[in-house]
RNA sequence: GGCCCCAUCGUCUAGUGGCUUAGGACGCCGGGUUCUCAGUCCGGUAACACGGGUUCAAAUCCCGUUGGGGUCACCA
């Protein structure tokens, strides 16, 4: 066969939960160093643990690498519908595998194990109690063809075993870490690569899969720097190549252990949900581990992926930070266009209830992330239409406030609402009295029902001149906006007033007023 | 506990023996802008874990200590 000298990686999740922020990571580095390399990028699913994978944990794996615009070259396809057929799908590949232990078996390199489960639960356990590393003692290594024939027939709970050929010394090269060594004796004694029904344990797939799919990088977590040797161990069994291999460090919680659902949200989906951006969260994590050595901080896919290189990678474990990820998400979310923004929020618009999207017949209700410009809106709580135009100008007033997505709705409810619902004590500025208050709303009122044209300038240029002749703005324009938002914080009032609309505006300043009285 | 990995501001990091009184970013604090909050601009706070070597010179190389993490399944 012609030796492949083409970087082939690959990606390969166990669908035994979400997709979490550690696998985005190491599906990213993956991807990214076969993009940088021109080489392919193979998603498998190991799913060989039947007790724990779900179908379902497979379509967040892929809905979520298509989220975040992870493609990949070669792998399972549909999201995960049941019952068709994917080669990358370690649970379809049993044959395959079968063939491999059976090689090992022949050829004395594994062997059957007819210990007691729980019997070596508990040797596991005392010799954990004695402070001594847990270790199979190797009773059925030297079973002879006879005692196994026998204990084949008698027995019907086995798994096959790897035999650990001879003590030495495993070294390999580690492209993040440099030389790694682990001595044999050190790896627990022969180990179960797979069950009775010859269906694979972890590392055996892995490495027969690694082989058979001429994976010639293993990019992952550093959680399975300890399997390496193990999966050397089988290669040379097996008399197959020895692929390169470069650890990642993990990504810690607060407290500095392994991230995971203790510390917040871990699930890419819930992300998405929150209102992050696919390619900030991108941004964010390959800066957590790696670094191209300069002071730029936020890049594109496509710079990602010229500027990356496996050898600056971090060799230490890094701390998710949210406020680090809020601030970037922020970058990305100003850079935006006002349309662009406009299509993002809406769908969170519609997911806390301020407008409902009209579809016509032959449109599905979009996801997260993008909205035909072209549905129309309806606002249920005013019983009226609104159109994407206005709620354009609407979202674009706190494009440039917000960190997530999600903030929006609670920002702009305002709007959407029929009555606002506020405390009296809202509308005063510092020392102002209620006479006080309410002859500025009165004279805002004047100045708004005066204008001649509903525009920026005008609007501005009256209140403002109001305004300066107290001396302190806020007295005037305070309880203004305080009376057309209802909030202690939002965008500013004549920005706001413009995108609201004069009768609105008026409306709310007598309401306002009404409320003193 | 054994083995393995790691160690620069609170956090992410730059730094590959002299360019370093250790640079950037987030956060935090102060100030300008501002009706508010946010944003933005300006400024500030803050780190080479410790101890030995090697060297004319060490955050950078070596050793040890300490600390942290990972891993020790018929899970992956």
């Known amino acids: 066969m012609k030796k492949n000298n083409k970087v082939?990686?690959?990606?390969?999740?166990?669908?035994?939960?979400?997709?979490?922020?550690?696998?985005?990571?190491?599906?990213?580095?993956?991807?990214?160093?076969?993009?940088?390399?021109?080489?392919?990028?193979?998603?498998?699913?190991?799913?060989?643990?039947?007790?724990?994978?779900?179908?379902?944990y497979e379509s967040d794996i892929i809905r979520s690498l298509k989220w975040l615009g992870l493609h990949w070259d070669e792998g399972v396809t549909e999201e995960g519908e049941e019952g068709d057929f994917s080669p990358y799908r370690q649970s379809e590949r049993a044959d395959i595998y079968k063939r491999y232990v059976h090689k090992l078996l022949e050829e004395g390199k594994a062997y059957y194990c007819f210990c007691d489960k729980e019997k070596l639960e508990e040797s596991r356990t005392r010799q954990k109690e004695k402070g001594l590393p847990?270790?199979?003692?190797?009773?059925?290594?030297?079973?002879?063809?006879?005692?196994r024939e026998k204990l084949l027939k008698k027995k019907d709970d086995y798994v096959i075993r790897m035999r650990i050929p001879k003590e030495e010394e495993i070294e390999f090269e580690d492209m993040i870490r440099g030389k790694i060594k682990f001595e044999t004796k050190e790896i627990g004694g022969d180990f179960v690569i797979a069950r009775k029904d010859f269906s694979p344990l972890y590392n055996l797939a892995c490495?027969?899969?690694?082989?058979?799919?001429?994976?010639?990088?293993?990019?992952?977590?550093?959680?399975?720097?300890?399997?390496?040797?193990k999966q050397i161990l089988i290669q040379e069994a097996l008399g197959i190549e020895v692929p390169r291999y470069a650890h990642l460090p993990l990504i810690l919680g607060p407290d500095k252990s392994k991230l995971s659902k203790r510390h917040a949200a871990v699930s890419a989906y819930e992300y998405r949900e929150m209102g992050y951006l696919p390619e900030a969260l991108l941004n964010f994590i390959v800066l957590l581990g790696w670094n191209p050595g300069d002071d730029r901080e936020i890049y594109s896919l496509r710079e990602m992926i010229e500027a990356f290189k496996l050898e600056r990678c971090q060799k230490s474990g890094a701390i998710f930070n949210i406020d680090k990820l809020n601030f970037i998400n922020g970058q990305y979310l100003k850079n935006k266009t006002d349309e662009e923004f406009a299509d993002l929020c809406i769908p969170y618009l519609i997911n806390s209830g301020l407008i409902e999207a009209r579809f016509k017949e032959d449109q599905y209700p979009p996801?997260?992330?993008?909205?035909?410009?072209?549905?129309?809106?309806?606002?249920?709580?005013?019983?009226?239409?609104?159109?994407?135009?206005?709620?354009?100008?609407?979202?674009?007033?706190?494009k440039e406030k917000v960190k997530i997505l999600s903030e929006v709705s609670k920002e702009v409810d305002f709007f959407f609402k029929k009555e606002l619902n506020y405390d009296k004590d809202l509308l005063f500025w510092k020392k102002m009295t209620t006479e006080e208050v309410i002859g500025s709303l009165d004279r805002s009122i004047e100045i708004i029902s005066n204008l001649k044209k509903w525009e920026k300038p005008n609007i501005e240029k009256g209140l403002m001149k109001e305004a300066e002749k107290e001396g302190d703005r806020g007295r005037v324009l305070w309880p203004f906006r305080a009376a057309i938002t209802?909030?202690?914080?939002?965008?500013?009032p004549i920005d706001v007033?413009?995108?609201?609309?004069?009768?609105?505006?008026?409306?709310?300043?007598k309401m306002a007023k009404n409320k003193l009285l």
């Not at 007033?497 to 300043?509: D, F, I, N, P, Q």
């Open 8 to 56: 082939r990686v690959r990606f390969a999740p166990s669908p035994t939960g979400y997709f979490h922020i550690g696998s985005v990571r190491t599906a990213l580095f993956n991807y990214l160093y076969a993009r940088k390399e021109k080489g392919i990028f193979v998603l498998r699913i190991e799913d060989t643990d039947t007790e724990r994978s779900r179908s379902e």
């Open 367 to 398: 996801a997260y992330g993008g909205m035909q410009a072209k549905t129309t809106y309806f606002i249920p709580e005013r019983k009226e239409d609104i159109s994407s135009q206005r709620i354009k100008e609407i979202v674009a007033l706190y």
């Open 497 to 509: 007033a413009v995108v609201l609309g004069s009768k609105e505006t008026l409306k709310r300043l």
């Open 134 to 147: 847990p270790r199979y003692n190797g009773d059925c290594s030297a079973l002879s063809k006879e005692e």
């Open 486 to 492: 209802g909030k202690k914080a939002s965008a500013g």
């Open 207 to 229: 490495v027969v899969d690694d082989h058979e799919m001429q994976i010639s990088h293993i990019i992952r977590g550093e959680d399975h720097l300890s399997n390496t040797p």
